[in-house]
């Protein structure tokens, strides 16, 4: 292959990707061992622990984990984070439909928590900023802070697909069908793939007097606008003429009137 050999050029994923001067890997012994997680899915919300052997941190081991996620302990939560009775020893998720992986804590040696970023392997410090971004997906309204390199585009940052899951600070996640707060979490990981929308200016709710405003005014123009003819009589969508209504009338009393003559004619 010309300029790159026999192999095309690779993201390495033993170095770290989010500024830790650790890598993904800890020597035996030495991994993030067993943490506390959170996957809310369309319809799935559970709590459990989460073995990462090697991996240092819970962003590594979900970005990075093949197939199912075991999950052990778990607990089956409401709408509202409240825990059902409903317990399983384990259970193995597949990622694909998981929007969000969350901890009631920072990632296990995260270092990127910050506008400053961290240092790499090289000792570099890479300058980032804060960012507010708000997500719409399928079933969530989703808020939280992530870190951008100094002249990076949010657009850009959401249009990438590596990391799968995108790691955010200070995330507040609503239903999409009442908006109420559900949950908040200091650190959570959204998956890309659950995007449907993306705002940068943060959540705004107008008051209820401008709302309805709003609402009459669009409903006042919609019964203004002039409706449209199909020379048959009617609106549009009919196919069959409205006849006058007083040739109509005159028409039923003249057929009243022939039907009685021919009775007496009759008799």
């Known amino acids: 292959m010309t300029d790159w050999g026999d192999s095309p050029p690779t993201f390495d994923r033993a170095g770290d990707a989010w500024g830790s001067s650790a ?20 319809n799935l ?3 459990g622990t989460v073995d990462l052997g090697r991996f240092r941190r819970v962003s590594d081991f979900v970005n990075l984990v093949q197939g199912y996620m075991v999950i052990k302990d778990v607990v089956v939560l409401t709408r509202t984070g409240d825990a059902t009775r409903l317990t399983l020893p384990e259970l193995r998720v ?9 901890q009631l804590g920072d990632d296990k040696g995260q270092g990127a928590g910050g506008p400053a970023g961290g ?18 997906t399928r079933t969530h309204i989703i808020d939280g802070d992530v870190f951008l390199h100094g002249d990076g585009s949010i657009m850009a940052f959401v249009d990438a697909t590596d990391p799968k899951f995108i790691p955010m ?9 009442d908006r109420k707060l559900a949950a908040r979490y200091p650190f959570a990981l959204l998956q890309r793939t659950q995007i449907l ?3 940068t200016e943060g959540i705004k709710l107008g008051g209820a007097e401008q709302t ?3 609402a009459a005014m669009l409903k006042a123009q919609s019964q203004s606008t002039p409706t449209a003819s199909d020379g048959l009589g009617g ?11 007083t040739l109509a009338a005159e028409a039923l009393d003249l057929g009243r009137s022939s039907g009685s003559a021919q009775e007496e004619t009759a008799e």
């Open 235 to 245: 609106e549009i969508g009919s196919t069959v003429p409205v006849a006058d209504e």
């Open 119 to 136: 240092a790499g392997e090289s000792g570099l410090v890479i300058e980032k900023r804060r960012q507010r971004l708000v997500v719409l």
């Open 23 to 42: 890598g993904v890997f800890g020597d035996e012994g030495e991994g993030g061992g067993e943490q506390y997680i959170e996957l809310l899915g369309s």
């Open 197 to 199: 929308g993306v705002a």
């Open 212 to 214: 309805l405003r709003r």
């Open 169 to 177: 600070n200070d995330v507040r996640v609503r239903w999409v069908s």
């Open 45 to 47: 919300w559970v709590a």
């Open 94 to 102: 597949l990622p694909d439909d998981i929007a969000l992986v969350a």
